[in-house]
C-alpha cells in the first residue's frame, strides 16, 4: 500500500465552525477527491453545495446528475477514468443507488458515498434525523458482497472519517459509506483540519508491470487486484456479470464460487485491520452500551447517570459499522451481563448484537422510530433493567 | 508461395476483437455484428489513438458489444451506460467515449440519462441499436415497437405510441442526430466516423433486424427478409424535419443525417463559464488527467 500526504490544494487548514455536511465535503477534497456527481436531497444538501462551490478553485468536476441512479453510475465511470470520486445522499437516493453500489462491489471500484440518514420509510422525514439505514447499508443491493461502513458522531469525526473512508476505498476496493444522520450532518462543531502534510492518503493500487500480464482481477498477494484506468493502453474489460480474473464473463457455479467468496472475504478476512472501536471501562463492566453515531453521544448522558448510580457500566462506539465488529462482541458476551442496543430505528444492530452474543448475555433494544434522538432516560431506563 | 500463406483466414477487423471471446452470442441473421463491423471501420479511418478510446454498453444483446470489443470497456448495469460514460469522460477528458448499447436499455430504462446527456452536450458518441423489442429476455414490447407490431408482452399487438429517436434526441439538444439501418453499412460507418471526429453529444440510431424474435413473432421471414425490407422502404433524406421521422409497423423508414449543430460542450462550456465569473481563481479544468502522474 502506497501512501501519500495530501494535496495542499484540497486542504482547508485551520479551525473551522462547520456542520457535518460541510465537514464530509472538506474531507473529500482533502483526501484528494476530485469528481462528485450528486443529486440534491434533505438533509445532505449542504455536503454538495460545499462541494460545487470549493471544487473550481481546487481542480476538479461538480455534476448534478438527473438522479441517484445517474450519480452513482458517473462515480463508477470516473473512478474508472482515474479519480477519486463521492457522492452524497440520504434514504430515498440510497435506496436508488443501491443498483450500481452492487456494480461497484462487483467491479471492485473504490468510491465513497455519504449518507445523511433521516427518518424512513419512504419520504418519511426529510428534515428529521434517523439511522434506520443501516441495514440497508450492509445488504441494500442483491446477491452476497460485502461494503465498509463509518459512522461518525460530530462534524470532526465526519472530516476525518471521510478521509478513512477513502483510504479503506482504495485499499480493499470496495465502496465505502459514511452512514451518519441529519443531527450530524447539521450539527455545527469546532472541526480542526490539519496541515495537508499531516494527512495521510492510501494511493490507488495502480498497477505497473508489463500490458499483456495485466488482470483486472487477478489477485495479488494481498488478495486486492491492481487496477489500471481507461485510457492507458491495457485495453481491458470489466463487467457486472460473473466475471474471471481477465474481467471475462462467465457463467457457472465454478466461477461465481471464486467472484464471489472473493469479494466477501477481502472484507471478511481483514475485519480486525478495518474495524475501529471507541471503547470505555469494557473489562469491569456489567452491562456495555453499543451505539454508534449520535445516539452514543446520547447514551453518554445516560452512561454517567447510572455511573453514578454505581452500577459498572461500559461503552462501545461503533465508529466501523460494517463489518460488524463480530469478534469482539462475541468475546464479551461472556463476561457481561448485558448488552444495551439503543439506536434510532425499530431494531437494526441490535439483531447483529443479539446474533454474537448468542444467547450468552442479555440484550435489551432501546428503539427509537425516528425524527428525534432517544430521551437518555430511556437508556438509563435499559441499563437499570439489564442489571436487575 | 504456398496457397496458405496467401489466404491467412483473417477476420479483417480481428485486431479490435477480443478474439478469445469469439464466437459472440448473436443470433445468426442479427445485425449488431454489422454494426460493430461499422464502428470497427470507422476507428481504423479515423485514426484516433485507440489507447484513448473507451466503449461503455449496458445491458441486452447490444449491451454485449463491451466484452467483444477490444479497447478499454465496460459493461455496466442495464439503463446506465450513459451515466457511467458522464463520468468516465468528465474524470479522464483526454478520452473519446463512444456508448454502444441498445433501445430498450437507452431509451427505455436510460431515457432519463439520455436525454439529459444531450441536454448538457457532453462529449459523447451514442450508437444505438434499434430492434424494436427488448431481445435478450424474449421479445417483449419496447419504448421503440411501431404500433401494431405483436411483441412477447404485447400478444395482441402494440398499442403504446412509440418513441422516434431522432426527435427525442433533437428536442433533448443533441448535436448531431442521424439514422441508417442495418442495410446501410457504408454510411453508418461515415456517421460514426464523423461522430468520432467530431465534439459534442452524438446519437446514431441504427435500425437492425431481430430475426430471432421481432421478426419471427411477426412473421416478417429472416434476416434477408429485413435487409429487402429496409431497401425497399427506407428513404435518405439529410436534414429532415425530425418532428417527420415516425417508424410504423413495416412502413417508410426516413434515414439520413438529420441534425448536425456546433455548440460548447459539457466542460468546455463549464470552463468557459468559470473562467470568466471565476478569473484566476479558476482552476482550469483540463484535458490530461494529472492522477496518475
Known amino acids: 500500500m502506497k501512501k501519500v500526504k495530501a494535496d495542499p490544494k484540497g486542504v482547508l487548514t485551520g479551525v473551522h465552525y462547520l456542520d457535518g455536511d460541510y465537514a464530509i465535503a472538506e474531507g473529500a477534497l482533502a483526501a484528494g477527491c476530485r469528481f462528485f456527481a450528486g443529486y440534491p436531497i434533505t438533509p445532505s444538501t449542504e455536503t454538495a453545495e460545499r462541494f460545487a462551490a470549493r471544487i473550481p478553485k481546487v481542480g476538479g468536476v461538480f455534476i448534478q446528475m438527473e438522479d441517484e441512479l445517474g450519480s452513482i453510475a458517473a462515480l463508477i465511470g470516473a473512478v474508472w477514468g482515474g479519480k477519486k470520486a463521492m457522492t452524497v445522499t440520504s434514504g430515498p437516493g440510497f435506496s436508488l443507488m443501491q443498483e450500481n453500489i452492487g456494480l461497484a462491489c462487483m467491479m471492485e471500484t473504490p468510491l465513497v458515498i455519504a449518507n445523511v440518514q433521516r427518518g424512513g420509510p419512504s419520504t418519511g422525514l426529510p428534515t428529521l434525523t434517523g439511522q434506520q439505514d443501516i441495514m440497508q447499508a450492509r445488504w441494500g443491493s442483491h446477491g452476497d458482497y460485502e461494503i465498509i461502513a463509518l459512522s461518525p458522531d460530530s462534524p470532526q469525526e465526519c472530516f476525518d472519517l471521510t478521509i478513512e473512508a477513502f483510504n479503506l476505498a482504495e485499499i480493499y476496493r470496495v465502496p465505502t459509506f459514511i452512514m451518519t444522520d441529519e443531527c450530524v450532518g447539521h450539527m455545527h462543531e469546532k472541526v480542526v483540519i490539519p496541515p495537508a502534510e499531516e494527512i495521510e492518503l492510501v494511493e490507488r493500487k495502480w498497477y505497473t508491470g508489463p500490458k499483456e500480464e495485466y488482470f483486472p482481477y487477478k489477485l495479488d498477494k494481498d488478495g486486492i487486484p491492481f487496477m489500471v484506468k481507461a485510457g492507458d493502453g491495457y485495453r481491458f474489460h470489466t463487467t457486472g456479470l460473473t466475471h474471471d480474473e481477465r474481467g471475462y464473463p462467465v457463467i457457472n457455479a465454478e466461477c461465481q464460487d471464486w467472484c464471489v467468496r472473493h469479494l466477501c472475504d477481502k472484507i471478511r478476512k481483514n475485519a480486525d485491520k478495518i474495524i475501529k472501536l471507541e471503547e470505555d471501562e469494557i473489562d469491569t463492566a456489567e452491562v456495555i452500551v453499543i451505539s454508534y453515531g449520535i445516539t452514543s453521544r446520547v447514551a453518554t448522558r445516560a452512561v454517567q447517570k447510572a455511573r453514578q448510580q454505581g452500577i459498572k457500566v461500559g461503552t462501545i462506539r461503533l465508529i466501523t459499522v460494517w463489518p460488524f465488529a463480530e469478534k469482539k462482541i462475541r468475546e464479551l458476551a461472556s463476561k457481561v451481563g448485558a448488552f444495551v442496543v439503543p439506536e434510532i430505528n425499530y431494531g437494526q444492530i441490535v439483531y447483529e448484537v443479539e446474533r454474537c452474543a448468542g444467547g450468552q448475555a442479555k440484550v435489551i433494544h432501546v428503539p427509537h422510530c425516528g425524527g428525534w434522538v432517544h430521551n437518555p432516560e430511556d437508556i438509563y431506563n435499559a441499563i437499570k433493567e439489564a442489571v436487575k | ?293
Request: aromatic share 10%; hydrophobic share 40%; glycine share 8%.
Open chain 2, 1 to 293: 508461395m504456398k496457397a496458405e500463406d496467401r489466404f491467412e483466414e483473417r477476420n479483417p477487423i480481428e485486431d479490435l476483437l477480443r478474439m478469445d471471446r469469439i464466437p459472440h452470442i448473436w443470433c445468426p441473421g442479427c445485425g449488431i455484428g454489422t454494426v460493430v463491423t461499422s464502428f470497427a471501420e470507422a476507428l481504423k479511418k479515423s485514426e484516433l489513438d485507440l489507447d484513448k478510446v473507451a466503449v461503455v454498453s449496458g445491458i441486452g444483446c447490444t449491451g454485449r458489444v463491451a466484452g467483444y470489443i477490444k479497447l478499454d470497456s465496460f459493461h455496466t448495469t442495464h439503463g446506465r451506460p450513459v451515466a457511467f460514460a458522464t463520468g468516465l469522460k468528465l474524470a479522464n477528458p483526454e478520452l473519446k467515449v463512444v456508448v454502444f448499447s441498445g433501445d430498450g436499455d437507452l431509451a427505455g430504462i436510460g431515457g432519463n440519462h439520455l436525454i439529459h446527456a444531450a441536454r448538457r452536450n457532453m462529449d459523447l458518441v451514442v450508437i444505438c441499436v434499434n430492434n424494436f423489442n427488448y431481445a435478450m429476455t424474449g421479445g417483449q414490447v419496447a419504448a421503440t415497437t411501431p404500433l401494431e407490431a405483436n411483441a412477447s408482452t404485447a400478444p395482441y399487438g402494440n398499442f403504446e405510441f412509440p418513441f422516434s429517436l431522432p426527435f427525442l434526441m433533437e428536442a433533448a439538444g443533441a448535436t448531431y442526430v442521424a439514422r441508417w439501418t442495418a442495410l446501410h453499412l457504408r454510411r453508418v460507418t461515415m456517421s460514426i466516423m464523423e461522430a468520432l471526429q467530431r465534439k459534442g453529444f452524438s446519437f446514431i440510431e441504427v435500425i437492425t433486424p431481430c430475426v430471432t424474435l421481432y421478426a419471427r413473432r411477426n412473421r416478417l421471414g429472416d434476416g434477408l427478409n429485413l435487409l429487402r425490407y429496409y431497401y425497399d422502404n427506407s428513404e435518405i433524406h439529410h436534414g429532415a424535419d425530425t418532428r417527420l421521422l415516425d417508424i410504423s409497423f413495416q412502413g417508410k423508414i426516413v434515414v439520413g443525417k438529420f441534425v448536425e449543430k456546433d455548440k460548447p460542450t459539457f466542460l468546455d462550456a463549464m470552463n468557459q463559464h468559470f473562467t470568466r465569473v471565476l478569473g484566476d481563481d479558476y482552476q482550469l479544468y483540463g484535458r490530461i488527467n494529472n492522477d496518475r502522474d
